[in-house]
């Protein structure tokens, strides 16, 4: 059985070697011309999607990458003193097992877990997709799959055609991203270094691998910002004005922009989707049900919503007229509880006001003070709060493994 999937960053790659685990054919298309190796940005595995690539047999691999920043340093704006944060107490506190990465880092690992059993095809992109399964390309010829699964990101090409237009499963949750590669000045040692100020944060941080770092800007804005999202130019001029007049390193970093060799900005968004299925299409990630960039754990989700996909359609057979629904059922509650939990944190991550960056600042030195085992028992007591992707059990498919060979 045939199996076309679109994208090769992380959730394509992750569906990948589950379904080539379970006997399906598969091929990857990408539209980029190589798998991207600038380190991306930081990203977070919690439980459940660390037990998924312990299981992928790359766990070991993954920490080998970990970004190893441990404390974070944040001065307030107008303020000369920094509050400082050990960032274990808060991880801990979310997951029992949680590693940060860089987003290019995971994509590459999970590239060389399957490039040697999955087709990839770089550098080409799906034009249309038939009732009965031919695909168009922009440069490839026409083939016939089986089954196309869209794990094409936040702007997904594969939703487009089958769904109809983003605008129409898209909310805007209030705030945006930007993250930009420039030099490690500060010479950053497993720590993360930032300013907050009212509507706007700014930060760097590395990895311990890494020679360079990435600055990220967080914003809000009381109204929707008018750009393309491939216009970079208009999403630099957007970045200066909004961060103007900040202080602390944040000249620097905007000083970089115009050399930076990376540059990512995009809205905190979710996509609501009733479904992400129709006919023999689905989506997977961040292209059926991203719950926010930088918000709600989008990077988890995609690789827990990968290992079910495969597993169900295995389950049954590639029968995707029943596994479909039966992903979808599987999934949804998780989906939705991070959709919940991300339209909160977008609005409280960024203070809004003068009280609610004392607030954040005060709440840094409690974290600091309360013993970790009581920040744990704490947070354990609710699975729809901050322990929410530590909540969704997982199941076991390994019945079959190799049943389509």
Not at 125 to 132: G, K, L, V, Y
Not at 267 to 277: E, N, P
Not at 296 to 304: F, K, Q
Request: net charge neutral; charged share 25%; hydrophobic share 40%.
């Amino acid at each position: 059985m045939r199996i076309l999937i679109s994208g090769a960053s992380v959730a394509g790659p992750a569906l990948a070697y589950w379904l080539d685990r379970y006997g399906f054919t598969v091929t990857v298309v990408e539209r980029a011309p190589t798998l991207r190796k600038t380190g991306g940005h930081a990203i977070d595995l919690f439980r459940p999607a660390m037990d998924i690539v312990e299981k992928m047999g790359v766990v070991d691999r993954i920490l080998d990458r970990k970004t190893g920043t441990d404390w974070l340093t944040m001065y307030r704006e107008g303020e000369d003193r920094p509050v400082e944060l050990e960032l274990r107490r808060v991880f801990t506190a979310i997951s029992d097992r949680h590693v940060e990465i860089m987003r290019d880092d995971l994509s590459e690992i999970l590239y060389d877990a399957t490039r040697d059993h999955v087709e990839y095809v770089f550098g080409d992109s799906i034009t249309s997709i038939s009732d009965d399964g031919e695909v168009t390309f922009e440069r490839g010829p026409a083939r016939r799959f089986d089954l196309v699964i869209g794990a094409d990101g936040l702007h997904s090409n594969v939703r487009r055609l089958v769904f109809g237009p983003e605008s129409r499963f898209s909310a805007w949750i209030g705030a945006y991203l930007a993250v930009v590669s420039v030099p490690d000045f500060l010479g950053l040692d497993q720590r993360m270094v930032g300013v907050a100020g009212v509507d706007r944060m700014a930060g760097l941080y590395s990895a311990a691998h890494l020679p360079d770092a990435r600055a990220l800007f967080l914003f809000r804005t009381p109204e929707q910002l008018d750009y393309h999202y491939r216009d970079v130019p208009r999403q630099k001029e957007l970045l200066r004005e909004r961060f103007a007049g900040l202080g602390w390193q944040v000249p620097r970093l905007l000083d970089e922009l115009d050399g930076t060799p990376a540059f990512y900005f995009d809205s905190i968004t979710q996509l609501r989707m009733d479904t992400w299925s129709r006919g023999r299409v689905t989506l997977v990630g961040d292209a059926g049900y991203c719950p926010g960039p930088a918000v709600g754990g989008s990077t988890s989700l995609a690789v827990v919503g990968a290992y079910v996909l495969a597993g169900e359609l295995a389950a049954y057979g590639g029968d995707h007229a029943r596994a479909f629904p039966s992903y979808e059922a599987e999934l949804g509650d998780y989906v939705r509880r991070g959709r919940a939990f991300a339209v909160g944190t977008a609005k409280r991550i960024v203070p809004g006001s003068r009280a609610d960056l004392w607030a954040l600042t005060q709440g840094v030195r409690l974290v600091n003070l309360l013993p970790a085992g009581l920040t744990r028992a704490a947070t354990k007591l609710s699975s729809k709060g901050v322990r929410l992707h530590d909540s969704i059990a997982l199941k076991d498919y390994s019945a079959y493994e190799g049943v389509l060979h």
